[in-house]
């Protein structure tokens, strides 16, 4: 097999992290006509990004006592931004809710990018060697594209 750069899981998640960032940065200065489709972003990649996780770095976490402890509350974060994004998706833009729940989502995804950037990462790299990390990459790529129909189907509904 030909070698194709291969990139490591933590370099990924970080670098999904700041997508996710500016796609908060571009519905805030969205126009109102234009918000739906703004979500409709957000919630398509947060959801792939955290599904993922869950699929393949969370299950790797536990494999190890120092990054163990961290999974419980990682993916209680997760169940918080989940059922922010429903609650969003079932809103009209116009709803006056709408601001204020895309506001606590936001806040909710800092907070939980902040926590894996910092404790998160330096436990996984004081346990897994750059091998594993790299294969964990693979496996998270892997798991976003087999979700990724299945998320854009939850999106028409
Ligand atoms: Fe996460
Ligand atoms: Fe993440």
Do not use: W
Not at 68 to 97: C, F, G, M, N, R
Request: hydrophobic letters at 35%.
């Amino acid at each position: 097999m030909a070698k194709t750069k291969a990139t490591d899981i933590l370099s990924l998640i970080e670098a999904e992290h700041r997508q996710v960032e500016q796609l908060f940065a571009e519905i805030e200065k969205a126009k109102k006509g234009k918000l739906h489709e703004h979500f409709n972003q957000i919630y398509k990649a947060l959801n792939l990004h955290a599904r993922a996780e869950e699929l393949v770095f969370y299950p790797a976490m536990r494999e190890y006592d120092e990054t163990e402890e961290y999974v419980e509350e990682a993916e209680q974060e997760h169940e918080e931004v989940s059922v922010l994004l429903e609650e969003i998706k079932a809103l009209q833009p116009t709803d006056s809710q709408f601001q204020e729940k895309l506001s606590e989502l936001k806040e909710a995804v800092q907070h939980h990018v902040e926590e894996e950037e910092s404790e998160i990462f330096s436990a996984v790299r004081e346990c897994m060697d750059e091998q594993q990390l790299t294969e964990l990459g693979q496996e998270f790529q892997k798991a976003k594209a087999k979700l990724e129909p299945d998320i854009e189907a939850a999106l028409t509904r």
